[in-house]
């Protein structure tokens, strides 16, 4: 089965803080995606990648850039953490079209 | 613009019963359609899935049924058990979407199932 690791899964953080959130995968997924999960927004896509060292804008980039250098592990980084970006992350990987594999997630609050 | 609806935030069912959660789309270019489970504090699971080019897709207790010409998909699961509580959430993708992009899901906002017991 495909593992897709977040390394946190619960983070406090102050505002104005810069902020890392790593994620692995360990199938060799080309794909991996980061969204957020807010009541009543359901997920929303901030940024996706299809190889290393490539990566798009989702719907909600503003405030949040990634990295990807090497093909398992996408990061995606809050360069200035805010309050308004407290939120469930949820990094994910694919192979071509196929299903996401999600991983736990992380809640983070910032302060 | 939301192209994946779900228009029912929360649905109960009795324990044994049938439940319908359905889906809206607009695009007319999605052809693969999922359905994701997701249980508090955990990422969502894969549960079902349907191409374009059919109507239905069964796998244990759960159908996946998809009206195309009405842009709309349901997924019923039958029985119904508590352990099915959660979120469900609908994905769409296209594969007329160039590059990247045709590997993007697009998610609907979920529907909260509660199975009373």
């Known amino acids: 089965d495909v593992k897709v690791t977040q390394s946190s899964r619960y983070l406090v953080k102050r505002t104005g803080e810069k902020v890392f959130l790593e994620c692995v995968q360990d199938?060799?997924?080309?794909?991996m995606f980061w969204y957020r999960q807010d009541p009543g927004l359901g997920l929303r896509l901030i940024y996706f990648?299809?190889?290393?060292?490539?990566?798009e804008k989702g719907d909600i980039p503003e405030g949040y850039s990634v990295s990807r250098e090497k093909k398992e592990r996408f990061s995606l980084i809050l360069e200035s953490a805010s309050t308004n970006q407290t939120s469930m992350y949820l990094c994910?990987?694919?192979?071509?079209?196929?299903?996401?594999?999600f991983g736990s997630g992380t809640r983070l609050t910032v302060v | 613009d939301q192209q994946v609806k779900q228009n029912s935030p929360s649905l109960s069912v009795q324990e044994g019963r049938i439940s319908i959660l359905n889906c809206d789309y607009t695009?007319?270019?999605?052809?693969?359609f999922l359905w994701y489970k997701k249980y508090p504090a955990e990422g969502p699971t894969f549960l079902i899935s349907?191409?374009?080019?059919?109507d239905k897709n069964e796998d244990g207790r759960f159908t996946v049924f998809l009206n195309k010409s009405a842009k709309h998909l349901s997924l019923h699961i039958v029985p119904s058990q508590p352990g099915d509580s959660a979120v469900y959430f609908c994905a769409a993708s296209s594969y007329a979407y160039s590059g990247a992009g045709s590997y993007q899901l697009t998610f609907g906002k979920g529907t909260k199932l509660s199975v009373i017991p």
């Open positions: 695009n007319s270019m999605f052809d693969y």
């Open positions: 199938m060799d997924h080309e794909n």
């Open positions: 990648s299809y190889d290393v060292k490539m990566k």
């Open positions: 994910a990987s694919s192979l071509g079209r196929s299903g996401y594999t």
């Open positions: 349907i191409s374009s080019i059919k």
